[in-house]
């Protein structure tokens, strides 16, 4: 990130918005909310599960376009780069634990992982601690507020 802010290879956090697609498909298609009303014991209708992702989708879109264009919010690239590792983490771990497919397991690990990943390393070797801590945070916020919603989504 330039100059404490805007992250310098804005094509690379233009990819999570393809992958976040990937990622909404893959959970669409493998039943992402029918698993999740087993596991979290609640049923998410497929309406509130669009709703959802497309919010974040657009979300995510608008972050990243200001991240890349404004120096003092290059920050937000890596809340997005956290909050995508966050998901990532979340669906192998809720693999592992259920021992079964969590629909988004592919392409959170194949995608996001690797991407959120070289993210966090450019931006953490490019930007000043006290922006790139602001962005995890945001990240972790974020992520919160997603599994939040999903949650009450499903009650």
Known sequence: MASGGAYRRPALAWAFVPAY???????WYGGFPEWFAVVAGGPM??????ALNLIGLAAMAAG????????SLGWMIVAVATAALLNSFAHIAASVVTASYSPGLVTGA????PLAHLVLVRA????????????????LGAHAVVTLAAVAAGR
């Not at 697609?21 to 959970?27: G, S, T, V, W, Y």
């Open 21 to 27: 697609a990937a990622h909404i498909l893959e959970e």
């Open 45 to 50: 209708d497929r309406g509130s599960f669009l």
């Open 64 to 71: 990243v376009a200001a991240g890349v264009r404004y120096v």
């Open 110 to 113: 194949a995608l996001w992982l």
């Open 124 to 139: 953490y070797a490019q930007t000043r601690t006290s922006y790139f801590a602001g962005g995890v945070l945001a990240g």
